[in-house]
């Protein structure tokens, strides 16, 4: 079956710090990677996917992700943090789709907190 | 706006009292999906749909319903709610399964 894993709950930066936040999936095929953030008492919005193409995706906010496939990592990635940035992040895959599965897998989240 | 808008935001009822979660979409999207979270699990999928008259289940389908019977609207039914369903439920939809999802801002159900 189709998985993400992302092992951190909770990452702590500085602001003006790099923040990585980690993600790995397990997926037949050719992954289709999301990753999304929530704010509290809201929905989820779109930072960036990875479909095909270049290895690092760059999406909303200054955040970019970097697509390895020998690791099955999909890890986001910011240069410099900010205290606004501190939310809910979550790493999403598509579910195989050479069977036909239109699901959607997402991850348990991993919580950012950037400290000024 | 481009929204997707859920009905109610909050709701607290009793076991085995039947429920409609709405959601609707201005964007003429043709995929559309529910979703529950819950502590540590992150997101789970309950239902999606492809099209019109098109659905199928996601991951945690048990005790839920849905009908795609209009484009833009996909409401997910609760026959016979139980504790265990208490949760915070997204809607969202999207072009189709590989664009990015657009979400409503979540419905909190508390069943007891």
């Known amino acids: 079956a189709q998985s993400v894993a992302q092992p951190e709950d909770q990452v702590n930066v500085a602001e003006g710090n790099p923040l990585t936040v980690k993600c790995t999936y397990s997926?037949?095929?050719?992954?289709?990677l999301f990753w999304y953030v929530q704010y509290p008492n809201r929905g989820l919005q779109f930072l960036l996917k990875?479909?095909?193409?270049?290895?690092l995706v760059k999406g909303s906010y200054g955040f970019e992700a970097e697509f390895n496939k020998s690791q099955t990592s999909f890890h986001l990635k910011k240069p410099s943090a900010l205290v606004s940035d501190s939310a809910l992040y979550f790493c999403a895959v598509r579910d195989n789709p050479m069977d036909s599965s239109y699901k959607l897998i997402f991850g348990s989240g991993t919580r950012l907190l950037v400290r000024p | 706006e481009a929204q997707v808008t859920q009905n109610p935001r909050y709701l607290i009822t009793v076991t085995g009292k039947k429920l409609t979660v709405t959601c609707s979409q201005n964007m003429n999207h043709e995929y559309m999906s529910w979703y529950r979270q819950d502590p540590g699990l992150g997101l789970r999928q309950i239902y999606y749909?492809?099209?019109?008259?098109?659905?199928d289940k996601g991951d945690v389908p048990e005790g839920y319903k849905v009908s795609r019977k209009e484009k833009r609207n996909f409401p997910l039914i609760l026959e016979s709610p139980s504790p265990n369903q208490t949760s915070l439920y997204f809607c969202?939809?999207?072009?189709?399964?590989?664009?990015?999802?657009?979400f409503g801002d979540g419905t909190r159900l508390s069943i007891l």
């Open positions: 997926v037949s095929g050719n992954p289709y």
């Open positions: 990875y479909i095909t193409g270049d290895n």
């Open positions: 749909s492809m099209n019109v008259e098109v659905t």
């Open positions: 969202a939809s999207s072009l189709s399964v590989n664009q990015p999802q657009h």
